[in-house]
């Protein structure tokens, strides 16, 4: 213990492959006093991996508030300390935040050591506009408080960036599709991972290409065009397409089939859309 305050280091770690993990990264978690990891199970894969035996201590959600205030001591008091989460960046979608902002209040050294996070290894290759962007992380995981939070972002111009689960996917992108409207959209599963893979296309597309699958696992990223990049079908285009294909001669059967296909909308839905009394 020196009598000045060590540094608390917020360190980046790999989301998949153990590669990318930066140089100064590995050299900061062999010389700091303490890490403190989300999970030290996990962490000690990682600091096997590059040959580190710096102690490690929890910090997770539910000790994150007498956790933090005893790291915070050990800083205070000369250690330095490198805070990591399970993959990605500390404090993104992830405990850190709370450790930061005390941190900052008692006027200790807080530094980052930047890396990988899913948010923009995704954003980086989904080939969406770039220049702005909105960072939703995960969306409420039950399907009202889902579709409000959506209904929310609806009309906003930035592209959009969450982070959803597996199981939850079909219905989130099928959420989407319905309440900001056919826009374009990328998915990002496993990245950087073995079995990784990067898909774009229309959000109906993505929902169709999901709702096919027996099972979808993995960790996921998607990222959805801002709003008004791009025509957004509205409940009037589904009536104006059906009129104009009824007009043209198809038969309504044909019509609704058709606008179900190009909107992306069960045929029952648009049924009820553009022939409500035939309910
Ligand atoms: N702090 C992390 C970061 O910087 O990306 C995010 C942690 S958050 C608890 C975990 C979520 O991030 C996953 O559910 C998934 O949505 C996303 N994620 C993390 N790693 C991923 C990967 N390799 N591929 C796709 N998504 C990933």
Same mark, same amino acid.
């Given at each position: 213990?020196?009598?000045?305050?060590?540094?608390?280091?917020?360190?980046?770690?790999?989301? =998949?492959?153990?590669?990318?993990?930066?140089?100064?990264?590995?050299?900061?978690?062999? #010389?700091?006093? /303490?890490?403190?990891?989300?999970?030290?199970?996990?962490?000690?894969?990682?600091? $096997?991996?590059?040959?580190?035996?710096?102690?490690?201590?929890?910090?997770? $959600?539910?000790?994150?508030?007498?956790?933090?205030?005893?790291?915070?001591?050990?800083?205070? &008091?000369? +250690?330095?300390?490198?805070?990591? +989460?399970?993959?990605?960046?500390?404090?993104?979608?992830?405990?850190?935040?709370? /450790?930061?902002?005390?941190?900052?209040?008692?006027?200790?050294?807080?530094?980052?050591?930047?890396?990988? +996070?899913?948010?923009?290894?995704?954003?980086?290759?989904? =080939?969406?506009?770039?220049?702005? *962007?909105?960072?939703?992380? *995960?969306?409420?995981?039950?399907?009202?408080?889902?579709?409000?939070?959506?209904?929310?972002?609806?009309?906003?111009?930035?592209?959009?960036?969450?982070?959803?689960?597996?199981?939850?996917?079909?219905?989130?992108?099928?959420?989407?599709? #319905? %309440?900001?409207?056919?826009?374009?959209?990328?998915?990002?599963?496993?990245?950087?991972?073995?079995?990784?893979? !990067?898909?774009?296309?229309?959000?109906?597309?993505?929902?169709?290409?999901?709702?096919?699958?027996? &099972? %979808?696992? =993995? $960790?996921?990223?998607?990222?959805?065009?801002?709003? =008004?990049?791009?025509?957004?079908?509205?409940?009037?285009?589904? &009536?104006?397409?059906?009129?104009?294909?009824? @007009?043209?001669?198809? +038969?309504?059967?044909? @019509?609704?089939?058709?606008?179900?296909?190009?909107?992306?909308?069960?045929?029952? &839905?648009? !049924?009820?859309?553009?022939?409500?009394?035939?309910?």
């Amino acid at each position: 213990m020196t009598g000045t305050p060590g540094t608390l280091y917020v360190v980046a770690t790999p989301i =998949g492959n153990l590669e990318d993990v930066t140089r100064r990264a590995l050299r900061v978690l062999r #010389e700091v006093d /303490l890490i403190a990891c989300e999970d030290t199970r996990r962490t000690a894969r990682l600091l $096997e991996a590059h040959g580190i035996s710096t102690s490690t201590t929890s910090y997770f $959600e539910h000790n994150e508030r007498w956790k933090g205030a005893r790291i915070l001591d050990r800083v205070r &008091e000369g +250690s330095d300390v490198a805070l990591v +989460s399970d993959a990605g960046t500390p404090a993104i979608s992830d405990p850190g935040f709370r /450790l930061v902002r005390e941190a900052r209040e008692q006027g200790l050294r807080v530094v980052p050591v930047p890396g990988p +996070s899913a948010a923009m290894a995704a954003l980086s290759v989904a =080939g969406l506009p770039t220049d702005r *962007f909105l960072f939703v992380g *995960f969306l409420p995981s039950r399907a009202g408080p889902r579709r409000a939070a959506l209904q929310e972002l609806a009309s906003r111009k930035e592209t959009l960036v969450f982070y959803e689960s597996p199981v939850r996917a079909v219905a989130c992108v099928a959420d989407m599709r #319905e %309440i900001l409207g056919e826009r374009p959209a990328f998915l990002g599963r496993e990245i950087t991972k073995l079995h990784e893979e !990067y898909r774009s296309g229309t959000l109906s597309e993505l929902r169709s290409s999901l709702a096919e699958r027996k &099972e %979808i696992r =993995g $960790e996921i990223v998607l990222v959805v065009g801002a709003a =008004g990049a791009h025509p957004a079908p509205s409940l009037e285009t589904a &009536e104006d397409l059906f009129a104009r294909l009824t @007009a043209e001669g198809h +038969s309504r059967r044909d @019509a609704v089939k058709e606008v179900a296909r190009a909107l992306g909308l069960p045929a029952r &839905e648009v !049924y009820r859309r553009v022939l409500p009394d035939r309910q």
